[in-house]
């Protein structure tokens, strides 16, 4: 069986490596000539800035990942036991995170704390429930809207009010365990001393892991060589057919340089993409991977002394002072050097794809003086498109996602877009295609 990728961002990587270390002949091609994908460290002036995630978790797949390459002395521990602040009322806050930060914070009033500790008397996620719902039903209007819903979806630019439990959170929470109490849980996990994996990077950045995975398998790794669409070979015309026939069917990988015939393909780009790609071999399949939203973003890394000890600030959506829609304080989680870096969504700024970059640049330091006090100069602006995938309302397209025999997908869209979630992906459907 040989296995063809398309893109090697840490999805496609990890699954080049689950392949190979399974056994498997595996090809993989990536647009464009580095891998990574959004993962990208760059050197600035002798600072690390990145462009895409700013940190990992250190799960056991990460933790395999730094044995296997030896990457122990690159680690760097991220200080994870320092406070997110909210952005209210033209201060900043504690968001109240642990029991003692719930107890302190002035972010909820006294009354909206004792709001809080009766969430575990409301039941479930209910059909059709959006998130800002769900929270405000479980934990009373001003924690929903104050922190909890921002915390959760202000990570795809989307509106609480238009994220259905069932698509987003909920799936969280069903995969935390959590059937009633979100708080029971937590105080539960505090108990039993259950300890989150903690916040890691590299010296040069998250682009070393990236570096050494391919490293490790540049055999396998076509750069520079996009897949300009993928075809059913004659022969085997019926690949939508999911039944005991279908076997044999193998796809034909056209690129620039040729045509790469495989057994299965595994497509790991975002979903416009991915339908554009597979529209030869399946017309309904990419008009439904044409319905999931993405949210563009924009980031401005920042240069500052404000020197404050926290992990970063969110903004929610009606801080009508602020445009910009969180912070994440880089200076103080991992010890890079005054650097910050903002985030610009268009929930809390419209007109992001048209502004230029020094518009956005200009918006970040003048707004993280007003969040801070503190000067800043703009390093670098960075905009990604498509962005962040939206699990809004058209995650219901999740329901008509039916893939042709031979053809899978291992993306953020289609589960958990965090690091730690691409690789565990890779991992189960590198054993699925192992066991068939
Ligand atoms: C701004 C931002 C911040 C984030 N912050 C964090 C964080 O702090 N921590 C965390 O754990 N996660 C974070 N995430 C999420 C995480 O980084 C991503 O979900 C994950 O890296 C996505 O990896 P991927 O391989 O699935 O997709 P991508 O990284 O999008 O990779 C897809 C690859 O496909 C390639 N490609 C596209 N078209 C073709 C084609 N036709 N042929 C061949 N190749 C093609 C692309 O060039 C790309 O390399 C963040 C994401 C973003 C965007």
Redesign the pocket.
Known sequence: MTVGV?????????LVRALEQRGEEVV?????D??????QSRAVDGRVL????????LTPGIRSMIDAFDLHDRLRYGADDQPIYVYHDGELKVAPLSVREAITTDLITPLGKLRMLLEPLFGPPRPGETVDEFLVRKFGRQAARRYAGPLYSG?YGTDPRNMLMEYSLGRVLEKRGVERSILLKVLESIRSDRETPPIVSFDDG?GELVAALYEAHAESIRLA????SIRPIAGNDDPGDDGEGDKDTRYALE?ADGTERVDDVVV???AP?AA??LEPVDGDLAATLDRFAYNP?G?VFLDSGFGGRGLGTLVPPDADDVSISGL?WNASILERDRLYTA?IDPLSYPPLLEATEGELGQIAAREFERITGAAADVIHVHR?EP???AYDRTWTAMDDLELPSGIHL???YVG???????IR?AERLADDLVGE
Do not use: D, H, K
């Not at 398309?6 to 990890?14: I, P």
């Open positions: 398309v893109g090697t961002g840490m999805s496609g990587l990890a993989a091609f990536e647009a464009r580095e891998p990574g994908g959004v993962v990145e462009l895409g995630p700013q940190r990992l978790r990570l998250i060589t996009p897949v300009e690129t790991t780009t975002p993409t554009e790609l973003i980031m994440t985030y990604w962005g962040m995938p291992c993306a953020s958990r877009p965090g690091i730690p979630g691409r992906n």
